[in-house]
């Protein structure tokens, strides 16, 4: 598949990164295998590894919403479906910080949450919402398949 990943780590990004850029990559690879998703020639993808103070301002600044949180995903365009049009599908990042700490609090092992996690971002840039309880079904029902296939038990099981 050609996608071309980037990934950067912002100044205030928590820990030692090795190893995350693998396993964002696996999680995307799986999550466009399983939901069947149509990439363009040259499909590029942004991945940011940050902390919680780089999250909560983009969170702030695009949102308005003044608090960290554990992924934030920027479409390249509007449209409903950017991988149709355009190469670079977009930017993802996520707070390192953030994902310890749900990991820890929900009990669960970090890789797995922080691969939820990316799905979660990179499905955000085909249009996948959960704004409402019907948008939340479909996608959290895909993110458990592209899940199931990585090994990682479903995360939204009470």
């Known amino acids: 598949m050609p996608l071309q990943i980037d990934f950067s780590r912002s100044d205030d990004a928590s820990g030692n990164v090795d190893g995350f850029e693998q396993l964002a990559e696996k999680a995307v690879?799986?999550?466009?295998?399983?939901?069947?998703?149509?990439?363009?020639?040259?499909?590029?993808?942004?991945?940011?590894?940050?902390?919680?103070?780089?999250?909560?301002?983009?969170?702030?600044?695009?949102?308005?919403?003044?608090?960290?949180?554990?992924?934030?995903?920027?479409?390249?365009?509007?449209?409903?479906?950017?991988?149709?049009?355009?190469?670079?599908?977009?930017?993802?990042?996520?707070?390192?910080?953030t994902t310890e700490r749900e990991a820890v609090l929900e009990n669960k092992k970090f890789n797995d949450h922080f691969m939820h996690l990316v799905v979660h971002g990179f499905l955000h840039l085909f249009g996948y919402d959960h704004e409402t309880g019907e948008e939340a079904d479909r996608m959290e029902s895909l993110e458990i398949r592209i899940l199931a296939e990585l090994g990682i038990p479903n995360p939204y099981f009470d």
């Open 29 to 97: 690879r799986t999550a466009v295998s399983i939901a069947g998703l149509n990439l363009p020639p040259n499909a590029e993808l942004s991945v940011l590894f940050a902390g919680d103070e780089t999250l909560q301002a983009l969170n702030r600044e695009w949102r308005g919403k003044d608090r960290p949180t554990n992924v934030l995903s920027f479409p390249a365009t509007e449209s409903p479906s950017p991988a149709a049009s355009m190469p670079l599908l977009g930017d993802i990042a996520i707070s390192i910080e």
